[in-house]
């Protein structure tokens, strides 16, 4: 079935360290990978994406890597500020209309 | 900037009450979803819709139903509220996966069944 696994579900980062979130998906088919943030309060809002056909990704300091062979995808953030603390979800196309997500991973940034 | 409105913020309901939750998109958007984000399960999708009158179960259809008689408009619909229906249920849109991926979520419902 169409499944995605995300872990870890919190995680907590001295600022100016990096956190890595990573997720694992079902179908070998699926070919688009977006994240969300989700501030306190606030709707989830897509912050990088990448499609099938490339490896990596980055927008200032996100990144998002892909291995199609595994199956799973993950996030980096470099150099990490405050404002980074959010509910984080990966997310999945399973070669439908409709996106499949993550159960989420809460990251603290601890100043 | 694409506008997903959802007209109702905070509810509070008693079990067995119909409940009509309201979603509304301005970028003539094909495809519109509902959700449900409860701690620690994510985002669940309960149903979606990808034309007119047309709608496709999600995930977590049980206790629900939508109606989308108008291109623009999404409604979700509890038939008979339960406390286990005590959640956030988030509506979104999104062209159709041919011309964009990117889908665009509404500010919430906060939904309270007691």
């Known amino acids: 079935g169409e499944n995605v696994e995300q872990h870890p579900s919190t995680l907590s980062v001295q600022e100016g360290d990096s956190a890595v979130i990573k997720c694992t998906y079902s179908d070998s088919a699926s070919n688009y990978f977006p994240w969300y943030k989700q501030e306190l309060g606030k709707r989830p809002q897509l912050i990088i994406d990448i499609r099938s056909n490339v490896g990596e990704k980055k927008d200032q300091r996100i990144a998002v890597t892909l291995n199609k062979t595994a199956k799973h995808f993950s996030l980096h953030i470099t150099e990490t500020q405050p404002e980074d603390s959010a509910v984080y979800f990966c997310a999945v196309f399973f070669g439908n209309e409709k996106l499949t997500f993550g159960t989420g991973t809460r990251l603290t940034i601890i100043p | 900037d694409v506008k997903v409105t959802q007209s109702s913020r905070y509810l509070v309901k008693r079990t067995g009450e119909k409940v009509f939750l309201e979603c509304v998109q301005d970028m003539d958007h094909e495809n519109m979803f509902w959700y449900r984000q409860d701690p620690g399960l994510g985002l669940r999708l309960i149903y979606f819709?990808?034309?007119?009158?047309?709608?496709e179960k999600g995930d977590i259809p049980e206790g629900y139903s939508v109606s989308r008689e108008k291109k623009e408009r999404f409604s979700l619909i509890l038939e008979s509220a339960s406390t286990n229906q005590t959640s956030m249920y988030l509506c979104a849109s999104s062209p159709p996966r041919g011309r964009e991926n990117t889908i665009y979520f509404g500010e919430g419902s906060w939904l309270t069944v007691v």
């Open positions: 819709s990808y034309d007119v009158k047309m709608k």
